[in-house]
């Protein structure tokens, strides 16, 4: 990879910026103060140093985020902040986006990254990867809502979800579930409810896969995934394929 690229790619400003660097003599290679920007280097073995410290190149990246109502899961948009909005610069030129969406006024895990494959894989319809949430309900929760969510219900545009499973943690006037499902059709969580008469007033995401939400983070913070996180989701990946 171009010197210029990989240090544009890092966050060390556009290529023309890169280049007044390599003017100025703040980057070496293997020791070696470079000014070309066409040098070739290879990120995995060639050590990158800009002003004596060592860049560490990376590809991807891999956030978890506690998304918060009132924001929503796109990289752009005119009208509404998005989850994208409320990365620092050091994560935005790596141009990441979010793995699926929760709707605006839905909170709790959100992974946001840019590797496309990983994305790809824990989105197909076709791998079932589970989803819980947690959700306040108008309407108390019954045993027959689970059998109906067991067996899969009828959404209001007449498709046929797979089984959730619901657990009711609290059967009142406004109930307290966690259902799991394996689908993402567009509100799915709250129009299945719909299907049993009931309302979703609250729908938080907890786990995503084998990746469960830090609830240390504060609504609207985020934080990498530690590398054993990133591993049950790579492992998740090559079991499914
Ligand atoms: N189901 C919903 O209805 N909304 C979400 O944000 C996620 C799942």
Avoid: C
């Amino acid at each position: 990879m171009r010197l210029d690229k990989l240090l544009a790619n890092m966050g060390f400003g556009s290529r023309k910026e890169v280049r007044q660097l390599l003017k100025k003599g703040a980057i070496q290679v293997n020791s070696e103060q470079v000014k070309d920007p066409a040098l070739h280097v290879d990120p995995e073995l060639d050590e990158v140093t800009i002003l004596g410290e060592r860049i560490v190149y990376r590809e991807f990246i891999y956030l978890m985020m506690h998304k918060p109502q009132g924001v929503i899961s796109a990289t752009e948009d005119l009208r509404d902040r998005t989850v994208i909005d409320l990365l620092d610069n050091e994560y935005r030129h790596f141009e990441p986006f979010p793995v699926g969406r929760l709707d605006k006024d839905t909170e709790g895990l959100l992974l946001i990254t840019n590797d496309g494959k990983l994305t790809h894989e824990l989105l197909s319809p076709k791998k079932e990867v589970p989803k819980t949430y947690y959700a306040h309900i108008e309407g108390v929760v019954t045993e027959e809502d689970i059998a109906r969510f067991s067996e899969g219900v009828t959404l209001d545009d007449g498709y046929f979800t797979k089984p959730g499973k619901l657990r009711i943690l609290k059967s009142a006037d406004v109930s307290e579930i966690e259902l799991t499902i394996t689908e993402g059709k567009f509100h799915q969580v709250k129009r299945m409810f719909e299907a049993v008469g009931k309302r979703v007033i609250y729908l938080k995401r907890l786990s995503m896969g084998p990746l469960q939400l830090d609830e240390g983070l504060k609504l609207g913070e985020y934080r990498e995934l530690k590398e054993d996180e990133l591993a049950l989701l790579r492992n998740e990946k090559a079991e499914l394929d």
